[in-house]
T-cell receptor, first 111, second 115 residues
Framework: EDKVVQSPLSLVVHEGDTVTLNCSYE??????LLWYKQEKKAPTFLFML????IEKKSGRLSSILDKKELFSILNITATQTGDSAVYLC???????????FGTGTRLKVLA | NAGVMQNPRHLVRRRGQEARLRCSPM?????VYWYRQLPEEGLKFMVY????????ESGMPKERFSAEFPKEGPSILRIQQVVRGDSAAYFC?????????????FGSGTQLSVL
């Protein structure tokens, strides 16, 4: 059965810290891996990764995929309280819409 | 440029009642997807629709659940004779087209509580 596992389940840090969120997957047909940020319910798109070793970057957030070891990491540097959210990892197995989601990592950033 | 709009945000139903959840996709998007999120679980795919067509309903329970996306108006997810186990957050997503590496844009969800 296809599965996506995220770790840690939750994380509490102080402003300015750097965090690394992990996502590992076991799927029969990999198309892409996506990261979403979920705060107050609406998941918002962060990154889509399809190729190994190519870092995607957006401000203080960055992500990279390792298709050989079947995992991805999401890094957040110089964390701010506004980064507090649940971060979701999903794998697209069909190239269309059937995402397999992990349960998420709940990040809390303290002032 | 409004995003994916879902209503209501919260819906309370008693066991046996019907729940009707609405979703208006982003402007220009003709593909709609419904996902369900149970407490402490990841989002799970339910159904994929285009205008007037159900393309894939493999993730939707065969009984009591139905979905539609009419030519005019929002997509509707209907749950008949709700049970406590239907309590969850239901998310709608949309995309402009479907194809390789097409990303989905999600709405804020409807939190269904069954008493």
């Amino acid at each position: 059965e296809d599965k996506v596992v995220q770790s840690p389940l939750s994380l509490v840090v102080h402003e300015g810290d750097t965090v690394t969120l992990n996502c590992s997957y076991e799927v029969t047909n990999f198309r892409s891996l996506l990261w979403y940020k979920q705060e107050k319910k609406a998941p918002t798109f962060l990154f889509m990764l399809t190729s190994s070793g190519i870092e995607k970057k957006s401000g203080r957030l960055s992500s990279i995929l390792d298709k050989k070891e079947l995992f991805s990491i999401l890094n957040i540097t110089a964390t701010q309280t506004g980064d507090s959210a649940v971060y979701l990892c999903a794998v697209d197995t069909s190239g269309t819409y059937k995402y397999i989601f992990g349960t998420g990592t709940r990040l809390k950033v303290l002032a | 440029n409004a995003g994916v709009m879902q209503n209501p945000r919260h819906l309370v139903r008693r066991r046996g009642q019907e729940a009707r959840l609405r979703c208006s996709p982003m402007k220009g998007h003709s593909h709609v997807y419904w996902y369900r999120q149970l407490p402490e679980e990841g989002l799970k795919f339910m159904v994929y629709l285009q205008k007037e067509n159900i393309i894939d309903e493999s993730g939707m329970p065969k009984e009591r659940f139905s979905a539609e996306f009419p030519k005019e108006g929002p997509s509707i997810l209907r749950i008949q004779q709700v049970v406590r186990g239907d309590s969850a957050a239901y998310f709608c997503a949309s995309s402009e087209k479907t194809g390789l590496n097409e990303k989905l844009f999600f709405g804020s969800g409807t939190q269904l509580s069954v008493l």
